[in-house]
């Protein structure tokens, strides 16, 4: 009795010095806060299916045989330990390996690196010390990129169409940035030589006094312990960027729209930005909801930020400029459903007079 409460003790102690490990490491106040809550919920019991599916001489297994001797593994081991402990290990077996690709576009993605040139350090910086909020820009919506965009009508759209959308990983650098990873995506498609540590360290919007992720992303995207941020922080961050670089160009957040009214932009040559979870995991929401310009935004766990670049109407599949798996194909369905779940937050770019 005795050593097992010895060990059970132990346990706790892991546990909690992993947990403030992970809070202290950000550097940012304002991440406790996140966390904090996100902990209490656990302590409560009401997260079902996450802290209540593992007892303490399991985890403490799990702990001592996961965590690696090399730091710099730490994220492969937190997506492992992810896979078991939200029942998507069959989903990660499924998407292992090499990024699956449409029967018959195989040729013409074996010449994308030579359309592409891969740039570690993009020839852009930052011009200003100007720091923005995104209360400094007056972002249009999806009726006003209705109205600026010029779309096919949906009888006339092909049934399958794919862009170009250059591929980065956000791994090693920016292990909880794939938003700012996604957004420089879609600027280099647009023919921006930014890379994607300029984008997280110079241009994203932070927010470090609230835990409210549609005002600034909360955390350090560079660490493990980084949260993230929703559409209206991509969009204003592009705005900045825009700002900074004095280029005509708008970013749109069109949160809300239905998934395959995107089809009209990839359509018109634009990839969007969209919201899902990490390895297409059912979305597990926390009590952490916010609101931001009428619109309520629902923090869950696998938060997740990837480009849409393709689409095929016929095998209904999309494509995915995903920033852990690079690019990879998904069950169109299946996509949407989480994409309807985690709240339509989506965000397009357009260079103005076109």
């Known amino acids: 009795m005795k050593k097992k409460r010895a060990v059970s003790c132990l346990v706790a102690c892991v546990v909690y010095a992993f947990y403030l490990g992970r809070v202290v490491g950000s550097g940012e106040e304002i991440t406790v ?74 040729e013409f993605w074996d010449e994308r690196e030579a359309a592409f040139e891969v740039n570690e350090e993009g020839a852009i910086s930052r011009n200003s010390d100007e720091v923005y909020t995104v209360e400094d820009f007056d972002i249009p919506d999806a009726e006003e990129a209705r109205a600026d965009f010029t779309f096919l009508d949906a009888s006339e759209l092909p049934d399958q169409m794919y862009l170009q959308v250059p591929e980065i990983l956000q791994n090693p650098e920016l292990p909880t940035g794939c938003e700012a990873v996604s957004l420089t995506m879609a600027l ?102 916010t609101e931001y310009n009428g619109h309520v935004y629902r923090w869950y766990r696998q938060e997740h930020c990837v480009v849409l670049s393709g689409y095929n109407r016929i095998e209904r599949t999309v494509q995915i400029n995903d920033p852990l798996e690079g690019i990879v194909t998904r069950n169109l369905d299946e996509f949407a459903s989480i994409f309807n779940q985690t709240g339509k937050n989506a965000v397009v770019l357009k260079k103005m007079g076109e």
């Open 188 to 289: 280099q498609y647009e023919g921006f030589d930014v890379d994607k540590v300029t984008i997280a360290g110079d241009f994203l919007i932070y927010n470090n006094e609230s835990d409210n992720m549609a005002v600034g992303y909360i955390g350090d995207p560079f660490s493990e312990s980084g949260a993230g941020c929703f559409a209206p922080v991509i969009a204003a961050t592009a705005c900045a960027f825009f700002t900074d670089q004095e280029a005509s160009y708008k970013a749109y957040d069109i949160t809300g729209t239905d998934f395959e009214d995107f089809f009209a932009y990839i359509a018109a040559g634009t990839p969007v930005i969209v919201w899902t979870t990490m390895y297409m995991a059912e979305p597990e929401f926390t009590r952490l909801d």
């Open 33 to 106: 806060s996140v966390w904090d809550d996100l902990g209490e919920e656990a302590d409560a019991g009401l997260d079902e299916g996450y802290t209540e599916s593992l007892d303490t001489e399991s985890y403490a297994g799990q702990i001592e045989s996961g965590i690696p001797e090399n730091p710099n593994d730490s994220q492969e081991w937190t997506e492992n330990y992810y896979y078991e402990d939200t029942d998507t290990a069959d989903y990660a077996q499924e998407y292992a390996g090499e990024p699956s690709l449409p029967e018959g576009h195989q």
